[in-house]
């Protein structure tokens, strides 16, 4: 007779107590996801998003693009995206866990990562109230735009990013974030 084995929960506390030694480590929901240092192409595709996203955030005053070590907190869990976009803190004294929840989220996945970011952490972010969430996949050199109570849109060429109270649209040519 085959019997379930509990899965350990994992807290916060337990979380922070990890060492650090070069792994990102982030808790979802009681799930502790490890996942080793990022690959150059993953890195390219960060910096090349933030090039394109940069300008358009700090024009239209939508707060600050944010890299790892910045991380979402909601209910228990916390997350180190790869970019997200939200307002600074109002409290210059503030934490994690009272900061303004991000208006875009992205992911760039990996085959280590893609089970996580298309299932826990997708969820987490809908459920944090994240406005826009996308998933980077190198590999089919697309974006997945994850958007409340919409179907998910993948694209291959450009994605239009309208983020409340901006305007014109931004349009994201995906050449411009894999490359040639």
């Known amino acids: 007779m085959h019997m379930a084995t509990a899965t350990k929960r994992w807290t916060l506390e337990e979380l922070h107590s990890l060492p650090d030694d070069g792994n990102k480590y982030e808790l979802v929901r009681g799930e502790l996801f490890v996942t080793p240092p990022p690959t150059d192409v993953h890195e390219t595709i960060a910096a090349r998003l933030t090039e394109i996203l940069a300008p358009y955030v700090r024009e239209h005053r939508l707060g600050h693009v944010y890299h790892p070590r910045a991380v979402m907190r ?36 990996s085959d280590s990562t893609r089970r996580r970011d298309r299932g826990p952490k ?34 291959r060429d450009q994605l239009i990013w309208a983020p409340a109270g901006a305007e014109p649209a931004l349009v994201v040519q995906l050449a411009d974030v894999f490359g040639p």
């Open 74 to 109: 909601f209910e228990g869990s916390e997350v180190e995206p790869d970019l997200m976009m939200r307002q600074p803190h109002p409290n210059p004294e503030g934490s994690w866990d009272d900061a303004p929840i991000p208006i875009l989220i992205v992911e760039i996945i």
């Open 122 to 155: 997708r969820s987490l972010y809908m459920d944090a109230g994240v406005a826009e969430y996308w998933i980077v996949d190198a590999g089919t050199r697309t974006i997945t735009a994850v958007r409340p109570a919409q179907d998910d849109l993948v694209v």
